[in-house]
């Protein structure tokens, strides 16, 4: 008998698979992915009594297409159409090769359903809830709790996704590479809402960052020489590495340089570096790798005060040149005060204000800055300033607990 964490792994793991089998046989992929949800539900009740099937990709594809079939025969036109297409199409479609290294990246239905859910018509936040319904397999009110919208809301903003990819063709899409950035980009973002969430009572979601990172590894694995995939896994794992040392008891922000530092998962920060090393050893640097490498900066330091900053700005100087964006500028500037004074950073930050007009981060920066230079009153305002931006309980907190400290020494 499996234990349910154990099946609820195979079931994650196999579900993109079986779905892929039945878009590609079909070519509905919203009933396709309702049939493969009944599979999932069928083998969640089945599985941990009766074991695990001999061939668990296969029984889901098989039950799922058996229920989809019964779908799509309930109406009678697309029935017509679908007996149409499966005379044409060969029985051995309904069988998806095993995972391993003899199997072409261009086979895996996982990396071909990434790409579906990341299609360039859909916004950034349906892409989102597409991939972590469809590839990451979970449910409509799992995603809506992760983002804080009621379940009838993220349940549209599905449904109208599938409606907008309806009709594509399931392989891999002509110049597939000049869409992977967009994919690695999708993953970032459901990393980043996971490890620093944007609104709500925790500062951390830890299923997102743990999803994220799942798929990172799902895309690695079948990219292994892909240097921004491997710099983007190694990225979430030496960001993650951190996550125990977050927070305190009481679900307080503990920011970097205070965390305890025995705390941090050494195991991540070791196969986190063999991967950036790697990496960066290709001499093909693009921004993921130099942020995984800030990042292994930090998690090599034994203390704040032994962090290498100037190796950290001269990796900054690198990443701004590829990607000239404010927050990119944003963080250099930290790594500016820290290597020549909290004046040189805050120097930096001026010309940034015309671009960082929303979000609390840049008065964030702001603050810290000015409470290192000596002006304990002008400080005090930024950490209110940035405390009333942010709709996180845990940064707003220990915002104005730093406004409050400084306050009473003023």
């Known amino acids: ?44 009740g089945q599985w941990p009594e009766s074991g ?7 029984w889901l594809i098989r039950v799922a297409s058996r229920r989809l079939t019964d779908a799509l025969r309930s109406d009678q036109a697309r029935r017509l159409r679908e007996e149409k297409a499966a005379a044409l199409t060969p029985r051995d479609a309904f069988t998806v090769p095993p995972p391993g290294p003899d199997r072409a990246p261009s086979e895996d239905d996982t990396l071909t359903l990434l790409f579906l859910c990341c299609h360039p018509d859909l916004p950034p936040p349906a892409q989102i809830a597409l991939t972590l319904r469809a590839v990451g397999g979970l449910t409509t009110a799992e995603i809506a709790r992760a983002h804080l919208v009621p379940e009838a809301t993220m349940a549209q903003r599905i449904s109208r996704a599938k409606q907008r ?22 993953l970032y973002l459901i990393f980043n809402e996971g490890y620093t969430a944007t ?18 590894r799902t895309v690695h694995r079948l990219l292994p020489g892909d240097c921004e995939v491997t ?52 001499r093909r640097p693009g921004p993921y790798q130099l942020r995984a490498a800030i990042a292994a900066v930090h998690d090599e330091a034994d203390s704040p005060d032994s962090t290498d900053w100037p190796e950290i700005l001269g990796l900054y100087d690198v990443l701004v040149h590829l990607v000239p964006s404010p927050v990119e500028r944003l ?26 007009t929303t979000g609390h981060r840049l008065d964030s920066v702001r603050a810290h800055l000015l409470e290192r230079a000596g002006d304990p009153e002008a400080a005090r305002a930024a950490y209110e300033s940035a405390a009333a931006k942010t709709l996180s ?18």
């Open 1 to 44: 008998m499996r234990r349910p964490g154990e099946v609820e792994d195979l079931l994650r793991l196999h579900a993109p698979q079986a779905l892929g089998a039945l878009v590609r046989r079909y070519g509905h992929f919203d009933a396709a992915e309702d049939a493969v949800q009944e599979a999932l539900l069928a083998a969640a």
């Open 52 to 58: 695990v099937p001999d061939n668990p990709r296969g």
């Open 165 to 186: 990819v309806k009709g594509t063709c399931f392989g891999r899409p002509d110049h597939w590479e000049e869409r992977l950035p967009t994919v690695l980009h999708t």
């Open 199 to 216: 609104s709500g009572a925790s500062l951390q979601r830890a299923e997102l960052a743990g999803e994220a990172i799942r798929l990172a």
């Open 231 to 282: 710099g983007l896994l190694a990225l979430m794992l030496l960001t993650d590495a951190r996550r125990a040392a977050r927070t305190g008891a009481g679900g307080e922000l503990i920011p970097l340089d205070e965390q305890d530092r025995g705390l941090w998962d050494k195991a991540a920060i070791e196969e986190g570096v063999a991967l950036v090393t790697w990496a960066l050893s290709q």
């Open 331 to 356: 963080n250099r500037a930290v790594a500016i005060a820290m290597v020549h004074g909290p004046k040189a950073g805050l120097a930096e930050l001026d010309p940034l204000a015309a671009e960082l």
């Open 393 to 410: 309980l845990p940064e707003q907190r220990y915002l104005r607990a730093r406004a409050a400290r400084l306050g009473d020494i003023t």
